[in-house]
């Protein structure tokens, strides 16, 4: 089936470009039982019908001294729209001096022959070089079609890692009483304050990609909290919430026993985001107590995400805020301290974030 | 084709078995461009060309004659033709037209013996 389809694409016909209708004959009565065969009667012509559909022929047969324009003439032209390469091109004269064989060479014709011809050999010198040309041509379909397919499974492996990445955190959220809502919007307000503020100016668009994925797992590390603590519908005592602070490191403990995570482009920034989101721009978070720039940016930005999440949403321990509260709180410094530019940042694109908790 | 048609073109100079090995043996298709070979213009283009002093279509049409005529195995005429565009490229115009007179001997032997 491939090797059909590979085929189908292909010209059987050659292109005879002579102003003689004798030599035309000639070549005609020889190729005729091999291929299909169709005649231009001048360079002019011959070039008109190779630029309107050069999938068409297999082959182009060209005379050099012809009226209205020459074969080195329709060379030149041939070679500049890029069709020597794709169109086997041979000179059939009836004689040529050594420099315009050179010229025709340089321009790409593949072989020149002199008339008379003879058939057998013309014949053979053509049907090698066109094979030749059907075996590349056949080779690069077959290989642009496995590009195509490796690319979509490339796409499905990806969306695959994405939705295990998703499930794994979304099932750790669950045992605090969440939906998988939670991590879905800290990825997509990762996403937005890095592709619509200035904050993600000099990033790929798969570095965006990256570090919104790694923004889901922020959390993984709960998984090492016992129960007890994690659901505790009121305050946790200070040696419980010394037991809390641990999903930060637990978090980074877990994402490196992955191997492969570790061998992806998002390890890294799940790995920093993981063990930083906590930290503050004061150096009073942690688990590391790293002070202003010495966070990421990455876990600067899944910090205030998070906490914006929280405060807009219903938790075990507390209800969802007003939004105005909610501004106000982050404003007043109540859920920690942020990067100045950050917090501008973010509270221009919370016009538009608020949407994400209005449906 | 009679044998005597084919003694005639081969005291025309016309190679016939070459001639034919190259149209694969297809007699009835040589037969139909020798008689071709008798509407082609380009043997007036070019007395035309040469009374008028127009070397460039001189040449034009003296090498197309060259590969028509090869093409048919008519040795005598390819070799005078060659010769002839070899003058022209020599820009020896004069040494072109002096050998009309041959050409045309050769040429009207060969169109006697494809028209009898």
């Keep these: ?359 | 084709m009679s044998p005597g048609k084919r003694e005639r073109l081969v005291s025309a100079g016309i190679d016939v078995d070459e001639a034919l090995s190259r149209f694969l043996d297809n007699e009835s298709l040589f037969e139909r461009f020798l008689n071709k070979f008798l509407e082609d213009r380009n043997y007036l283009k070019l007395g035309e060309a040469i009374a008028s002093g127009d070397n460039e279509a001189a040449l034009a049409a003296s090498h197309t004659l060259k590969g028509l005529c090869s093409n048919l195995s008519m040795k005598r005429l390819t070799e005078l033709f060659t010769l002839q565009v070899k003058a022209y490229r020599a820009e020896d115009p004069d040494l072109a037209a002096s050998m009309m007179p041959e050409i045309s001997k050769a040429y009207d032997e060969t169109v006697a013996a494809i028209s009898e």
Aim: net charge negative; hydrophobic share 40%.
């Design chain 1, 1 to 359: 089936m491939d090797i059909l389809r590979d085929d189908a694409a292909i010209s059987d016909m050659i292109l005879i470009v002579d102003d003689d209708d004798i030599n035309r004959g000639i070549l005609d009565n020889i190729f005729s039982q091999y291929y299909s065969i169709d005649e231009a009667e001048n360079g002019r012509t011959g070039l008109e019908k190779i630029l309107k559909d050069p999938d068409r022929y297999c082959a182009v047969l060209l005379d050099i001294m012809m009226p209205e324009m020459n074969g080195i003439e329709v060379l030149k032209r041939l070679r500049d729209e890029e069709l020597t390469e794709k169109i086997p091109i041979f000179l059939i004269t009836a004689e040529a001096n050594n420099e315009t064989l050179h010229e025709a060479y340089r321009l790409g014709v593949m072989d020149v022959i002199l008339k008379p011809v003879t058939p057998y050999i013309v014949l053979r010198r053509i049907n090698s070089i066109v094979e030749l040309f059907r075996a590349r041509k056949r080779l690069g379909n077959r290989v642009e079609r496995q590009n195509e397919k490796l690319i979509e499974s490339a796409k499905k492996i990806i969306e695959l890692n994405k939705g295990m990445i998703e499930a794994l955190s979304t099932a750790i959220e669950f045992r605090n009483g969440e939906s998988g809502e939670h991590v879905r919007r800290i990825h997509d307000i990762t996403e937005f304050l890095l592709k619509e503020t200035e904050l993600g100016a000099g990033m790929t668009s798969e570095e965006i990609a990256n570090i919104a994925l790694a923004s889901i797992m922020h959390d993984v590390g709960k998984i090492a909290i016992p129960d007890n603590i994690l659901g505790k519908p009121g305050r946790l005592t200070k040696e419980e919430f010394e037991i809390m602070k641990t999903h930060t490191t637990q978090g980074g403990l877990l994402l490196e026993k992955i191997p492969q995570l570790r061998d992806s482009g998002v390890y890294s920034y799940a790995y920093d985001i993981a063990r930083h989101h906590h930290e503050r721009w004061d150096g009073r978070g942690y688990p590391d107590g790293l002070k202003g720039d010495e966070i990421s940016l990455w876990a600067q930005i899944v910090s205030i995400a998070d906490v914006y999440d929280a405060l807009s949403c219903k938790r075990v321990y507390k209800d969802a805020f007003p939004r105005e509260k909610v501004l106000q709180m982050i404003k007043d410094g109540e859920c920690g301290v942020f990067n100045p530019k950050l917090l501008d940042c973010f509270f221009r694109a919370e016009e538009t974030l608020c949407k994400l908790y209005t449906a």
